[in-house]
């Protein structure tokens, strides 16, 4: 079932909202990052050695080759199911009318030699909660 012209426009809201409030968290939702065949390749390549070094340490009384062989074998697992991380990062904010606009470099603004400190992350908190409470939300 689609939705009313009035839920589009809604959804369309809270997606502006969400991408100012936090582009990277938008751009991390936007687009699914894949694992190139190569990775799930060697993750599997790692996965079969392991195992072969973990019998065979196992069979020949070797303890230390069945260890290799499983650290080995974990390893790959872990490669196997590690989440692809993104080079870039956030694109941008968005205003209102929905345009995005670029990310301003640190410096750019000021003067040369002299970046304004970034609040640290509970600043920004109490200053979202005092602006919220002051607006009369939640």
């Known amino acids: 079932m689609p939705l009313s012209e009035y839920e589009q426009r809604v959804l369309e809201q809270m997606e502006r ?3 100012s409030d936090d582009p990277r968290l938008a751009n991390t939702l ?5 694992h190139p065949v190569f990775h799930y390749a060697l993750a599997g390549a790692a996965v079969v050695v392991g195992l072969l070094l973990l019998v065979v340490g196992a069979a020949t009384s070797r303890i230390w080759l069945g260890a290799i062989g499983f650290v080995l074998m974990f390893g790959g697992v872990v490669y196997a199911f590690q989440s692809p991380r993104s080079r870039r990062g956030p694109v941008g904010t ?4 929905g345009k995005t606009r670029p990310k301003q470099r640190k410096g750019s603004s000021a003067r040369k030699g002299s970046s304004p400190a970034r609040p640290g992350f509970m600043a920004r908190l109490e ?6 409470r002051e607006q009369g939300g939640r």
């Open 17 to 19: 909202a969400l991408t």
């Open 94 to 97: 968005v205003d209102a009318e």
């Open 127 to 132: 200053q979202r909660w005092d602006r919220r």
């Open 30 to 34: 936007q687009s699914p990052k894949r």
